[in-house]
């Protein structure tokens, strides 16, 4: 069944069950518009296999319902007394089995397919973290984070009508992952903290993200456009604060966009020899911070009573600096304190400076890169 015709097939079929069906409303309850040969293949088995379902619902329940009224007992039927009929036994044997093989065959097939991440023109690698997505593009060098970019006070609740006039309220990040249309590209997913998952419906890819181990998946986009997914598996108290946003564009936007992602690495490259001084640390950290440590530390510094701590006045933000970059290196093991090793030594140090010097901290101290470096184990 070619996947225009399948999708007709359900439009025709829904609209006939529920005579109020309109378009508005199957968007809203079907799947997402398939946008890749396997989702589209992934459409197409749903709605082959809805159809087996119905035409298999309306023979068990319309031979039962004849059977109810016709042999009642008001009308005197007396029940047949027969064991062992050869031939319903053979019958109710052969057909299910004739329907599973017709249901796994395409199924398989689809299965195969996408397992099938050979030959990629592009590879991306998409770690999850607790909790935004970091992206690498393995051949071009290119590597960036993907943080929620939805604005707090919508999230807070503190302005409903930004919310409610959000289409993409929750759906949206700062950076995107960008793809050519019409190329093969294979996303390698790994975690660094917990499981995570890396899915995008409308191109019918959804793939654990698991610490400590590799998988893969792919997709090839037909069509220049926009296309959202999020975190599907449960990864703690910001999981569905998470969300995934492909930008699929014409080669030539892909190829500028990696030069501009390119010069931007190395405006950033920190050139290892820099000497920084307290104030670019904190301008640097209040960025770090904001990016990683403020859904539980709060921008007040306050944190959560009894359940993320101040730094505020915290013995370890003002006391050591040793005890403050092992916390930051290597988290708390057992607690929602995480280990940010993966950030750059500048970012961590930068964001212990800002911590020891904002709010009512004020150390006048500062925990250059060096530092960082040294405490590494
Ligand atoms: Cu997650």
Known sequence: MTSKLGRTFAATGAA???????????NQYNLQPPQTIIANQIYDLHTLIMWIIFGIFVV?????????????????????????????????TIIPFVILIGMAYPATKTILAFKDTSNPDITIKATGYQWKW????LNEGVSFYSNLGTPRDQIDGNNVAARNGNPNYLLEVDNAVVVPVGKKIRVITTANDVIHAWWVPAFGVKQDAIPGFVRDTWFRADKVGTY??????????????MPIVVEVVTEDKYAAWIAEQKKKTAAVAVDPAKQWTADELKAQGEKVYAANCVACHQATGMGIPNTFPALSGSKIATGAKEAHMDIVLNGKPGTAMAPFKHLSDVDIAAVITYERNSWANKTGDMVAPADIKAARK
């Open 16 to 26: 006939a069950l529920w005579p109020a069906a309109d378009a508005a409303w199957a």
């Open 60 to 92: 068990v329940f319309g031979f039962m319902t004849v059977a109810i009224i016709k042999h009642r007992k008001s009308v005197g039927h007396k029940a047949e007394q027969f064991h062992e009929n050869t031939t319903v036994e053979i019958a109710w």
């Open 134 to 137: 970091g992206y690498d593009y």
């Open 228 to 241: 959202r997914g999020q975190c599907a598996e449960l990864c703690g108290k910001d999981h569905g604060f």
